[in-house]
Nanobody
Framework: QVQLVESGGGSVQTGGSLRLSCAAS???????MGWFRQAPGKEREVVAT????????YYADSGKGRFTISQDNVKNTVYLQINNLKPEDTAMYYC?????????????????WGQGTQVTVSS
């Protein structure tokens, strides 16, 4: 059974850092792993993606410079390091997987989703 479990969210002050983790289980093939976020009243948007086959990464403009996506294939875990957090980063952060295909930015094209982890940044 395929499963994605996020952790690492929390409440931090502006300028702080968090490292989100996404533990994957049940997958048997290479896949694109993406981090998305959704703030109240807004659409879910991609933050960063990486492919398990070669570690290729992509960052949305919102994630460039402050977000780093990485993976540990031994632990089957993908991480999202977020530095210099800002109040506008407040959102539910989701991990998603797109099996057997390349990375894309559209959330609707991902097959599997975790339950999300909340990030709240106060000023």
């Amino acid at each position: 059974q395929v499963q994605l479990v996020e952790s690492g969210g929390g409440s931090v002050q502006t300028g702080g850092s968090l490292r989100l983790s996404c533990a994957a289980s049940g997958f048997t093939s290479n896949r694109c792993m993406g981090w998305f976020r959704q703030a109240p009243g807004k659409e879910r948007e991609v933050v960063a993606t990486t492919h398990t086959s070669d570690g290729t990464t992509y960052y949305a403009d919102s994630g460039k410079g402050r977000f780093t996506i990485s993976q540990d294939n031994v632990k089957n875990t993908v991480y999202l390091q977020i530095n210099n957090l800002k109040p506008e980063d407040t959102a539910m952060y989701y991990c998603a997987a797109r099996v057997g295909l390349g990375c894309v930015v559209g959330a609707e094209r991902y097959n599997y989703w975790g339950q999300g982890t909340q990030v709240t940044v106060s000023s």
